[in-house]
């Protein structure tokens, strides 16, 4: 019975290698069936066309293979894609490819909701349910390269962990699909090309040092003032700015790699001169860029965008510093695809 068979996919390249030894086998079917497993995509294995057929058999006796699910797919004016992804167990999460002139990024999910409350985002509003397995992540990046090459005309070029859930809080299995998504028997793409984006946990953020990845971090910074970050991200009170800024040190003393910081400036909550002189400071700690993000309303409209005025005054303090700044204009709006949208909404 499918339910009590075991999603091969749980099973590493070793795994499988000792699996067929003991079935009497060679070896070397292991690796075979991995790459069919990875590199390939097999949903089933009767893909797998250089694997006998009793061999083929003798697997569909004793595991599955989870693949996600496109269950809808919708495309903006703007090219944007959102897919809803059905999960194996029924759950869905949501994974956008956004095109601009020169790159496609696919933006994943790494949980299904999320235990964070801030106060922005309409994730926020659904109940964590579980983390995404390693698979569950590498497969979205998956469809959204085959619709980058369908729509776009080119292979996939980024990912950003900046869809539904909090990376760093599900750190294991991202990790495990990173390796999967860099690895030359996984989609074979570079580290630098990948920005896992975290509301910023800074005990992990150290451990991603230790650990010594190679790809780019990026933090949902919106506030330097601790009293204004708390109001619209609650965490902030158990991992308040000054641990923030001693992991964001210990990251780049480290790593010597740059981190971007994702900020939004809303109307009433962070406009002011206070809030532009706190994120110029934030900044000079470590070696560092912003990326102003046009807020996508959510329902309720407690939040809104600020002003033209309000914005120009941070980048004129940003640059007058010395310190990048790029401003982000949202794609996707109008099929809730944006930053802080992914709601499950159809
Ligand atoms: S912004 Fe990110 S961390 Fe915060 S609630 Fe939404 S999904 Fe979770």
């Given at each position: ?102 790159r496609t ?71 495990k699909a ?80 740059k981190i ?87």
């Open positions: 019975m499918a339910a009590s068979k075991k999603d091969i996919r749980a099973l590493t390249k070793e795994d499988l290698r000792v699996f067929f030894v003991e079935q009497g086998d060679k070896a070397f079917r292991g690796n075979q069936v991995y790459e069919w497993l990875w590199q390939k995509s097999a949903h089933t294995f009767e893909d797998m066309t250089n694997v006998s057929k009793e061999t083929r058999q003798m697997l569909e006796d004793n595991f599955v293979i989870n693949h996600i699910e496109v269950d809808t797919m919708q495309r903006s004016k703007d090219g944007t894609v959102k897919n809803a992804v059905r999960l194996h167990d029924g759950l869905v999460v949501e994974s956008v490819l956004i095109p601009t002139a020169t990024t696919a933006c994943v999910s790494s949980q299904v909701g999320c235990s964070l409350d801030c106060k922005f985002c309409a994730t926020a509003r659904l109940k964590r349910m579980r983390n995404l397995n390693p698979d569950e992540i590498y497969d979205q990046v998956v469809a959204i390269d085959k619709e980058s090459r369908l729509y776009h005309n080119r292979p996939l070029s980024n990912i950003v962990f900046m869809g539904m859930g909090e990376p760093l809080m599900n750190y294991n299995n991202v990790m990173i390796d999967k998504i860099t690895s030359s028997e996984g989609l074979g793409m570079s580290a630098k090309r990948i920005t896992v984006s975290t509301s910023g946990v800074p005990k992990m953020i150290k451990k991603m040092a230790d650990d010594d990845v190679k790809f780019n971090l990026a933090v949902s910074l919106h506030s330097a003032i601790d009293e204004v970050r708390t109001s619209i991200m609650p965490f902030n009170e158990t991992f308040p700015l000054i641990d923030l800024k001693e992991a964001l040190e210990y990251w780049y003393a480290k790593t010597k790699r971007s910081y994702e900020y939004v400036v809303w109307k009433g909550i962070n406009d002011t001169q206070k809030d532009v002189d706190a994120l110029v400071e934030f900044c000079k700690h470590v070696p560092s860029k912003v990326n102003i993000i046009e807020y996508n309303p959510i329902d309720d409209g407690d939040f809104k965008q600020a002003t033209n005025e309000a914005l120009e005054n941070y980048i004129h303090a940003l640059e007058k510093n010395r310190i990048v700044v790029n401003v982000r204009r949202s794609r996707g709006k109008d099929i809730d695809a944006a930053c802080g949208q992914l709601a499950n909404k159809k």
